[in-house]
């Protein structure tokens, strides 16, 4: 008698961080003109934590810059799906080897670099940090193998939410009305998240239901935002406005059916409120007009999570801001050198596994209006 038994059970969940970490920001939330293509993990304002291969797999691409997803890594899993890690503080050191030799080569601070380093199922990729972003934290998406498409990472990993969505409001709007909701996954109540479905009901028949399994990334279908959660004047601007094109008579009633990415579900009967929704108007930008060039404050030290020494120099900012690809750091020989930006505070950052402290350091950098201001300066002071 044979029996086949199975080991391959209950492995434990992927934990990108490899520790228990919670969400600060869910898949599909609004970024206004579009939304948001992954999940956000804390990492309680600390950086360094490792950041964990779901698999065996390649990294295949990796990108270094000062804005947008900071330092960031493409990883190729077993199942060819792609996992993109962002705001990273530091890569893996092969990576990270490449990643020098390639800014070095551009004399360019933003780099990126298609690469084949193969990893094992639990390796450290890099480690998370807040490059691109303030606060510290992890940007995962979680991608189909030909990269258009950004699927829920939830579905990977545990994405703790016990709290069930809360449906506020409803009124007439447009074509049709819209439902306010506010999905919290923790106490305190602090980041309010997206929902994953939402279904509507008048006299028990269907009028409208939707569910955020997949979010395409063409910029057409990103757009598509704008329709359905859409800009209204809203004095209260937690939450989330949701359209719903159907046609009900104001003052009757509708029942709400939202459910969160853990499966909590909120069914609540609200009346719709006459003449209460307005459309918001665009937020006007103003333009300011610059003539001062930037200008640097007191350079000082620190260590980095890694123990690595830091000269850390203020950027004083102008009215239109710093325009990072014009900053230039050289030494003494015309050697040009790695550095960083911090966004919060604003700061440029040089290591001294990238430049001699003891000597003297030239810089030069400009602001968006094109004001200029060149400086020598030293670490060592
Ligand atoms: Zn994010």
């Known amino acids: 008698m044979f029996f086949a038994i199975s080991l391959a059970s209950a492995a434990s969940p992927y934990q990108p961080l490899g520790r228990v970490a919670y969400l600060t920001s869910s898949f599909g939330e609004s970024r206004g003109t579009r939304y948001h293509a992954g999940i956000d993990f804390s990492t309680d304002m600390e950086e360094g934590w490792p950041v964990i291969a779901p698999s065996d797999g390649v990294v295949e691409f990796a990108a270094r810059g000062a804005f947008g997803y900071g330092r960031y890594i493409k990883f190729k899993a077993k199942d060819e799906h792609i996992w993109v890690f962002a705001h990273l503080a530091e890569f893996n050191k092969k990576i990270d080897d490449l990643i020098r030799k390639e800014m070095l080569k551009k004399e360019k601070a933003s780099v990126q670099l298609s690469l084949k380093i193969r990893f094992k199922k639990g390796d450290t990729l890099a480690y998370s940090g807040s490059t691109g972003i303030g606060n510290p934290h992890l940007h995962i ?52 998240m997206s929902i994953y479905s939402l279904d509507i009901y008048q006299n028990k028949k269907l009028l409208f239901g939707k569910k955020y399994d997949s979010l395409p990334f063409a910029p057409k279908e990103m757009a598509k935002i704008k329709n359905d959660l859409i800009r ?11 359209f719903i094109k159907a046609k009900v008579k104001a003052n009757s009633k509708v029942l709400v059916v939202a459910k969160d990415f853990a499966n909590n579900v909120s069914k609540t009967e609200l009346m719709l409120k006459s003449d209460y929704l307005k459309f918001k108007a665009k937020d006007s930008v103003e333009v300011l007009l610059d003539t001062v060039p930037p200008d ?47 966004s919060d505070p604003k700061e440029l950052v040089i290591e001294d596994r990238d430049f001699n402290f003891s000597e003297q350091l030239s810089v030069k950098l400009c602001d968006k209006a094109k004001n200029c201001m060149e400086r020598e300066l030293s670490c060592n002071n």
Request: charged share 30%; hydrophobic share 35%; aromatic share 12%.
């Open 141 to 192: 998406e979680y991608r189909t193998p030909d990269g258009k498409v950004a699927l829920n990472p939830c579905k990977k990993m545990t994405c703790t939410d016990t709290i069930a969505p809360s449906v506020s409001e409803a009124a007439p709007f447009d074509s049709g009305f819209a439902v306010k909701i506010v999905d919290y996954s923790r106490e305190p109540l602090e980041n309010p």
């Open 232 to 242: 209204v004047e809203d004095e209260e601007n937690i939450g989330d406005w949701h």
């Open 296 to 342: 640097l404050g007191s350079v000082y030290f620190k260590t980095d999570f890694a123990g690595k020494l830091q000269c850390r120099i203020p950027v004083i900012d102008s009215l239109s801001g710093l325009e990072f690809n014009s900053v230039v750091f050289r030494d003494k020989n015309n050697k040009w050198i790695i550095f960083d930006y911090d």
